[in-house]
């Protein structure tokens, strides 16, 4: 099992820029892809963006190309997503989670088996 802890969320203004970052222990960190997803009040949980173990093989949702970046340092066993030119429509609890394979299976959150706490993020406009 993979334990998951994200930080970086808060208030920022449209067009600002936020960091998160996930810290994860339990396993090598290597070994499997991670993903963000975000989930919106009264919506479903959906997926952000997704990098491979070694960080070769990344996704992303159309909405966020161009303005959001994830990357991977696995010395330090830590998911950076860089968020760049929010929206309001970013508004939303941001969620890691760990896949189960080092590659990226599906972009389905079924395939990620572990998940942090959520870092809430806000986009005032």
């Known amino acids: 099992q993979v334990q998951l802890v994200e930080s970086g969320g808060g208030l920022v203004q449209a067009g600002g820029s936020l960091r998160l970052s996930c810290v994860a222990s339990?396993?090598?960190?290597?070994?499997?892809?991670m993903g963000w997803f975000r989930q919106a009040p009264g919506k479903e949980r959906e997926f952000v963006t997704a990098?491979?173990?070694?960080?070769?093989?990344?996704y992303y949702r159309d909405s966020v190309k161009d303005r959001f970046t994830i990357s991977r340092d696995n010395a330090k066993n830590t998911m950076y997503l860089q968020m760049n030119s929010l929206k309001p429509e970013d508004t939303a609890v941001y969620y890691c989670?760990?896949?189960?394979?080092?590659?990226?299976?599906?972009?389905?959150?079924?395939?990620?088996?572990?998940w942090g706490q959520g870092t809430q993020v806000t986009v005032s406009s």
């Open positions: 339990g396993r090598t960190f290597s070994s499997y892809a």
């Open positions: 990098i491979s173990g070694s960080g070769g093989q990344i």
């Open positions: 989670a760990a896949g189960r394979v080092p590659y990226i299976s599906s972009l389905h959150e079924t395939d990620f088996g572990s």
